[in-house]
């Protein structure tokens, strides 16, 4: 595992922070702690996993999931929801995170698996292949929100998880500037969505461009949006199940 750089007090610093940036004031005071972690540490928890999902209410793409381990003896600052960053503030934070991160990983449902498999069991194959990359054997499970989609008794729900812990924070951006990646990638395949502005999410020029043109062929083709629009050779396809991927 690489060790990060550190500036004399042990913490990591995003780039804007080496050059003495300092934050908005909209994001002061809303910084995440290790207050969960320190709890679960002291109680013989020594792994903990932050996870943090995106693109569950994309039309088009990935559904992709990170997973985060905070170290016990680092820290990083600046690191917020990922929902509170500009994309610049993300992408700078990004290598930060990954050099601070005890371990790290992403895992993807595809759009035809969230077709197939329906969201529920995306979600839990896309959180299989984040922890299964990780290459450690997490204690505890920290998930944002209030729904445990993995299941299990190593994994607690973190109602706004992604304001109060910062390994699930930073799992946040991780997933974030992840898809963001993936999707700008496909904008140059498919130019009349301008995936590079909306990620794949709704807007009305996605609407738009959906309604004249038929979906693309990473569009998600079970969601009741797609119903009356042209196919352009694309078939519907049914929503998938909702089985356990651990049974």
């Known amino acids: 595992m690489c060790q990060p750089p550190t500036w ?3 913490s990591v610093r995003s780039m804007g922070t080496q050059r003495g940036a300092r934050l908005r004031p909209s994001l002061r005071g809303k910084a995440p702690g290790l207050g969960l972690e320190r709890e679960l540490w002291a109680d013989g928890h020594a792994v903990v996993v932050g996870i943090d999902e995106v693109g569950r209410g994309a039309w088009a793409g990935p559904l992709t999931l ?9 820290r990083i600052t600046r690191v917020r929801d990922s929902k509170l960053l500009t994309p610049a503030e993300r992408e700078a934070l990004y290598e930060p995170i990954v050099a601070w991160a005890e371990a790290w990983s992403v895992g993807h449902a595809t759009h035809d698996e969230c077709d197939q498999l329906g969201m529920s069991a995306a979600q839990r194959l896309a959180a299989r292949r984040a922890l299964d990359g990780l290459g450690v054997i997490p ?3 920290l998930l944002d929100g209030n729904w445990d989609f993995i299941g299990g008794p190593n994994v607690r729900t973190v109602v706004r998880g992604d304001a109060s812990s910062l390994s699930i924070a930073a799992a946040s951006v991780v997933a974030k500037v992840t898809r963001d990646r993936i999707m700008v990638a496909e904008a140059d395949n498919y130019p009349a969505f ?16 959906l309604a004249g043109r038929g979906p693309t062929t990473i569009h998600r083709r079970s969601w009741s949006f797609m119903d009356g629009l042209p196919w352009t050779g694309q078939p519907r396809v049914e929503p998938g199940g909702q089985g356990s991927l651990f049974a």
């Open 8 to 10: 004399g007090d042990g």
């Open 194 to 209: 301008n995936f590079e502005r909306n990620k794949g999410y709704p807007c009305a020029q996605h609407r738009a461009s």
């Open 139 to 141: 204690d505890m499970v």
């Open 66 to 74: 990170a997973a985060v381990v905070a170290p016990h003896d680092r």
